[in-house]
């Protein structure tokens, strides 16, 4: 095959395998090596400055994590918090695309509104919520305390059913705008005929949202749907900065979990395990993703 | 076209324009009071007195503060350049030059760019510790870098590809290499590519959380977001600093995104849609 090529065609391949050298080192010094390392520090014991040296125990770390309630919690809860954030993300971001696509005075200054939440750090929004929860001095007691709808403050980062609520609503919050604009660049494509053939057959508003908009926003919604899921099982500065994974354990995200083991309770070892059985999770899903894609081509 | 309930569009485009804003706006205005005013009983919802007091105690009194910010800035920045230069030119040669791993190798980018960053801690702690990377920019950079680079070169590849090729063909037919090429005429012609992309990029940085709070470890060293969060412990929190660093924080990227809304806006559309 190569024999083909002329000298011309060769020497451009070395220049675009030279081109694409530096990106390809830093993405296997930063990503490729380090997951390849976790999978051998999780089949053996060692220490994390590397004073002690590496010694393989085979499949205790993964027989440990298989009786630890805490990891099962923690992929629990994030599995929770996934399944019940991702839903409400897609209702209210498809009605924001929708809301978006119509044409009204002051459109800028309420899209700059809805990509602000995405733009800003997760972790300085969580403290923007965490203070507006706040039980003593917080917006949201204040509100209901001085309009009477409720007697006593209420601890909404001190329950463990209303602590869940509390960070899938700072969730929704944040990334309902970046489902929106993926939903909304896909029903800018959408052709205007379609609508007008519609209205010539008579289809109200929601007929034709329902067979002319939705069918035809199931490409990006797809896209949309994946790239949030496998967002929201790595969510990891959210709990830290809202609860610190509590009540308890009751908002311990797996991230969450991971990093306390390998930098709170230095179990180095473990914590990696930990990380790979997380790793599988998400690969499995981000294949999923690329096949959806290729057979969307 | 027929007159419409104009009054219920404008209620929900209000509705989602203030519940964006509110956390927000709850800040801002909690940086603006004093220290009685943020813990009063009933809630002063405008600050009483209003007062700068918060913003000029951080100057005086927890400059470090102001450092964490400085510190975002070197590292977004410096990701940006760098995530730029190298993935441009891998973007080049994988949208232009017909190679035989081009497919694959796209692919395998797009798979990387999903490890979650938490399973990569472990190793790049370890790893960065034995090389004397932890509390260095260079080290952050290089780790955003990488965890940013798939998209960088996912972005401009498809933004080359619309570029049309007679003017590189006519630029080879003279004799041009393919470096020349790439930066006398790909380049000028890109630019919005490239600003679209070095926006986004400048924000992922900025916000990113577990590498910088795991290879910063000094004080002097962390970033805005992971500063911030840490300051000064878990428990007791100073809301009336913590608010007003907060603000100082954010106030890049409320610029940026308001300046370049179209531009980000396009780029993550199409970034995502691709």
């Known amino acids: ?297 | 076209m027929n007159k419409r309930p104009r009054i219920g569009l404008y209620t929900l485009v209000a509705l989602s324009v203030v519940i964006s804003f509110l956390p927000i706006v709850w800040l801002i205005l909690t940086s603006l009071k004093n220290t009685a005013g943020i813990y009063a009983w009933p809630p002063q919802y405008w600050p009483d007195p209003f007062t700068f007091d918060n913003y000029v105690k951080i100057v005086t009194e927890s400059p470090e503060l102001l450092l964490y910010v400085l510190n975002s800035f070197i590292v977004a920045l410096g990701c940006t350049l760098l995530t730029l230069t190298i993935g441009g030119l891998a973007g080049y040669a994988l949208s232009r030059i017909k190679m035989r791993w081009g497919a694959v190798l796209m692919v395998f980018i797009l798979a990387v760019s999903m490890f979650p960053p938490v399973s990569l801690l472990p190793s790049l702690f370890q790893n960065f510790l034995k090389l004397g990377l932890l509390n260095t920019y260079s080290g952050l950079i290089i780790a955003h870098a990488g965890l940013f680079l798939p998209f960088t070169v996912w972005m401009l590849a498809s933004y080359f590809r619309t570029l049309p090729p007679e003017i590189e063909e006519a630029a080879r037919m003279d004799g041009m290499g393919l470096m020349r090429i790439f930066l006398t005429i790909v380049i000028p012609l890109s630019w919005p590519g490239f600003v679209a992309t070095g926006l986004i990029v400048f924000i992922f940085s900025w916000n990113e959380f577990p590498l910088a709070l795991v290879l910063m470890t000094q004080n002097a060293m962390r970033t805005a977001p992971v500063g911030i969060s840490l300051y000064p412990g878990e428990y007791a929190f100073p809301w009336e600093t913590i608010s007003t660093a907060t603000v100082i924080a954010i106030i890049p990227i409320l610029v940026i995104t308001a300046i370049f809304q179209k531009q980000i806006v396009g780029g993550l559309t199409a970034g995502a849609g691709k």
Request: hydrophobic share 50%; no cysteine; aromatic share 12%.
């Open chain 1, 1 to 297: 095959m190569m024999s083909s090529l002329s000298p011309l065609d060769r020497r451009r391949q070395q220049t675009g395998l030279a081109f694409v050298t530096p990106t390809l080192l830093v993405i296997s010094l930063i990503l490729v090596y380090p997951i390849l390392q976790s999978i051998v520090l999780s089949f053996g014991s060692s220490s994390i400055d590397g004073s002690e040296p590496y010694r393989f125990v085979g499949l205790k770390h993964y027989m440990t994590l298989a009786g630890d309630d805490r990891f099962w919690n923690s992929l629990w809860v994030t599995l929770t918090f996934t399944a019940l954030s991702i839903p409400l993300e897609l209702i209210l971001g498809v009605g924001l695309a929708v809301l978006m696509n119509e044409h009204f005075r002051g459109k800028g200054l309420a899209r700059l509104a809805v990509l602000f939440p995405w733009a800003l750090p997760t972790a300085l929004n969580t403290l923007m919520w965490r203070w507006m929860y706040n039980a003593d001095y917080g917006l949201f007691n204040a509100v209901a305390l001085q309009s009477g709808i409720v007697e006593r403050p209420i601890n909404w980062l001190g329950d463990e059913t209303l602590a869940m609520m509390s960070m899938v609503i700072v969730s929704v919050w944040k990334t309902s705008s970046f489902m929106a604009l993926i939903i909304l660049a896909g029903l800018q494509s959408i052709p205007r005929e379609l609508y007008e053939a519609g209205r010539m057959d008579g289809m109200s508003k929601w007929q034709e949202f329902r067979e002319i908009t939705l069918p035809l926003l199931r490409g990006p919604i797809l896209v949309a749907l994946i790239v949030r899921s496998m967002d929201a099982l790595r969510t990891f500065e959210l709990p830290f900065n809202l609860t610190d994974g509590g009540p308890v354990t009751a908002t311990e995200s797996l991230s969450l979990y991971a990093y306390k083991v390998i930098f709170d309770f230095i179990e180095f070892n473990y914590g990696a395990s930990i990380v790979v059985v997380q790793f599988l999770v998400i690969f499995v899903m981000s294949l999923a993703y690329i096949f959806t894609l290729r057979n969307k081509d």
